[in-house]
């Protein structure tokens, strides 16, 4: 492996070959998601427990300090939106020149396997590692459901995750799922966990992330069960001691109710 592309890919995943990715690139598809109407403030606090910003160039330019120096996982797909007919129909939306401008890390660009629009995101894939390639810049694909997210089973993700390594992605970013050692078995390039609407309860998402990372995920690539808990800081941290630190899930609860505690005291 070329040497830009290695030390890309050595400040996403950590020496510890994990990563905690933070994204707030919801609103290109959904406008203003409920607790990221105003993302320079949601992410602030939230920047020194994570190891990239998954961002579209929108919100780069507008809510990141370009004096900080978290690596930036541009997110590089969308002009579909939840009021549109159809969210598998993305395109590019941003050209290399703007990526090296940028100074990405690495982008990310969803695909829709199965969907009507497989071809035209798979294509979408495979042009993008093409003109990535050429400057040792990753790409993270995304297998995306779109409002369909009962398709996340162990025999759709592994079907997706798998193609968007064959097509060239250097990362895959997919739904944890049960048996998801099916996932990671059959993807040969790291794995990194979305964690998809809220959940119930904080021990839940713990419990999958674990799960996840006991059957052989990278790390996450958590957005909305950390920033629209009420207490998203000690949920950063408590998932980090997960991924980076080997904490039981029960561990990182038991964290997360002391550091919340803290924060009220
Ligand atoms: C949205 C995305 C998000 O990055 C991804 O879904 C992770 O966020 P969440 O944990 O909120 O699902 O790709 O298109």
Redesign the pocket.
Known sequence: MDWGMQNRLSQLIQSDGHCFFL?I??GY?QGPTSCLEKPGETIRPLLPYCDAL?VTRGILRSAVDPGKTKPIILRVSGATSVVGKDLANESITTSIDEIIRLNATAVGI?IFVGSDYERESLTNLSDLVNRCETYGIPVMA?T?VGKELEKRDARYLALASRIAAELGARVV?TYWCKEFDRVVTGCPVPVVM???PKCETELEVMEFVHDGMQKGAAGI?????VWQNPHPVAMMRALRAIIHENHTAKEAWDMFNSLKSEEKA
């Open positions: 994204p690139d919801h598809f998954f969803s995304v995306a970013k979305a964690g998809g690539n958590l957005g909305r069960n």
